[in-house]
Structures are given as C-alpha cells and as structure tokens.
C-alpha cells in the first residue's frame, strides 16, 4: 500500500510538479487548493504526510496546522510546512504551531523529497521500512515475500496487502470499515462480507499445520493481527 501524502497548495504548476516527484518516489497523492477545505478532506482520508502551504486562501497553513494539533484525531500526522516567507521568526511559528518541518520556498524538489523521507522515517518509521516483521512473520514489501518462522507463504494481492495492513497496526483492532478503506480504497463498492472472505483465505494460508491464529476476531468490532513469538 503506498503511503499517501497531501498537498495543500494553491498554486496548481506547484502542485503539479509536487504530485509528479511524490508520485516518482512511490506515494499516492492528492491535493487541496483552499485553505478552507484542508479540514474537510482530513475528516475524509488521513494522510501519512500532509505538505502545507503557508499562504492559502480562506485559511492559513499556520492557522490549519494549529487546528490540527488540536484535534486528537490528528495530533500525530505528520505536517511538513511550505512558504515563501524564509525568515527565522517565521520558520519558528511555523514549528511553534507544530509543523514537523519547514521548507522555504524556492526549494529544490530534490531537498523537498528528502525531507519528506526524513520526515516519515522519524514519525512513521513502518512506512521507510522494507520489510515488517512482527514476532514470527516478516513480510517483504520489495519482493512480497511472506514468511512465518522461516517458511514462505504463498498469498494472494489482496491477503498480502490485508496482512501489510495488520502488520503496522499489530494489535490493534481494525473494524471491516477500515479494512475496506485501507485495503480496497475508499471508492470501491466492495461489500464488508467481502473482507471476511479475504481474513479467512489469509488464515488459512497463514495458519499452515496447527500454527497459532495470526488474526483475533474481535465481536462486532473486527479483527486484529496477533503476532505470535517465536
Ligand atoms: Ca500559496
């Protein structure tokens, strides 16, 4: 699953060159032009990474990076700060307001990717990784290999990305709401049944020889992967 980054940004040969770069590098990406909609589109889809210009219409990228971190829901999301003003006090509200990192324009998309990079590496280290492993089970995301205790599992597209999935939210409850979205995507018209029939091929293909259950069903809640020790 590629990470995904948001652009908040108005100006659109910007945005253009921003989202070709994220593209390049293997994100998803989407963008917002009004600083007035940046809330709504985070209410809708969180982001990994969320590029926020400074100077927006409507409302500002410092007013808006401040709202989230008032919200608990989005305290955590990584925000890297966009602007034409390089002067030191500004780059210090921007950090003040809890922007993760500042970039003054004009940057080079080049120096741009690289804070990127290191900004997720700091704040989602699961997404710079190339392989998860979760006590027993390692997962490739370069080759796609999956093993558990060494032995190599052999799944399908969607079981491979469902365990991704699982993987960097170990532990964690995962609704068939938020399987669906995480998995299928958001537009797509798949039904939840349709995520217990891909939790039971995973099972089953996970679970070889009386192997401990990898995922916990939790009633009318979900499912949550459980990584066995080794
Ligand atoms: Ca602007």
């Given at each position: 699953?590629?990470?995904?980054?948001?652009?908040?940004?108005?100006?659109?040969s910007?945005?253009?060159?921003?989202?070709?770069?994220?593209?390049?590098?293997?994100?998803?990406?989407?963008?917002?032009?009004?600083?007035?909609?940046?809330?709504?589109r985070?209410?809708?889809?969180?982001?990994?990474?969320?590029?926020?210009?400074?100077?927006l219409?409507?409302?500002?990228?410092?007013?808006?990076?401040?709202q989230?971190?008032?919200?608990?829901?989005?305290?955590?999301?990584?925000?890297?700060?966009?602007?034409?003003?390089?002067?030191?006090?500004?780059?210090?509200?921007?950090?003040?307001?809890?922007?993760?990192d500042?970039?003054?324009k004009?940057?080079?998309?080049?120096?741009?990717?690289?804070?990127?990079?290191?900004?997720?590496?700091?704040?989602?280290p699961?997404?710079?990784?190339?392989?998860?492993?979760?006590?027993v089970?390692?997962?490739?995301?370069?080759?796609?290999k999956?093993?558990?205790?060494?032995?190599?599992?052999?799944?399908?597209?969607?079981?491979?990305?469902?365990?991704?999935?699982?993987?960097?939210?170990?532990?964690?409850?995962?609704?068939?709401?938020?399987?669906?979205?995480?998995?299928?995507?958001?537009?797509?018209?798949?039904?939840?049944r349709?995520?217990?029939?891909?939790?039971?091929?995973?099972?089953?293909?996970?679970?070889v020889?009386?192997?401990p259950?990898?995922?916990?069903?939790?009633?009318?809640?979900?499912?949550?992967?459980?990584?066995?020790?080794?």
């Amino acid at each position: 699953m590629k990470p995904f980054v948001l652009i908040a940004e108005d100006e659109e040969s910007l945005v253009e060159l921003l989202s070709y770069n994220l593209r390049a590098e293997g994100f998803r990406v989407d963008h917002v032009l009004d600083g007035g909609e940046v809330m709504g589109r985070l209410d809708e889809e969180l982001p990994d990474l969320l590029l926020l210009d400074w100077m927006l219409p409507n409302l500002s990228g410092i007013e808006i990076c401040r709202q989230i971190r008032r919200k608990s829901e989005l305290r955590n999301l990584p925000v890297v700060m966009l602007t034409a003003r390089g002067a030191e006090d500004d780059r210090i509200r921007g950090l003040d307001a809890g922007a993760d990192d500042y970039v003054p324009k004009p940057f080079s998309t080049n120096e741009l990717m690289a804070r990127v990079r290191a900004v997720l590496r700091r704040t989602r280290p699961i997404l710079a990784e190339q392989r998860i492993v979760r006590g027993v089970v390692e997962l490739d995301l370069d080759t796609h290999k999956v093993t558990r205790n060494g032995t190599s599992i052999h799944l399908g597209p969607t079981e491979f990305r469902l365990l991704q999935h699982f993987m960097e939210h170990a532990g964690r409850v995962q609704s068939r709401t938020q399987l669906l979205d995480a998995v299928w995507g958001r537009d797509s018209e798949v039904e939840e049944r349709t995520v217990d029939v891909h939790i039971r091929r995973l099972r089953k293909a996970m679970n070889v020889g009386n192997a401990p259950d990898i995922i916990r069903t939790v009633r009318s809640a979900g499912y949550a992967f459980e990584a066995p020790a080794a």
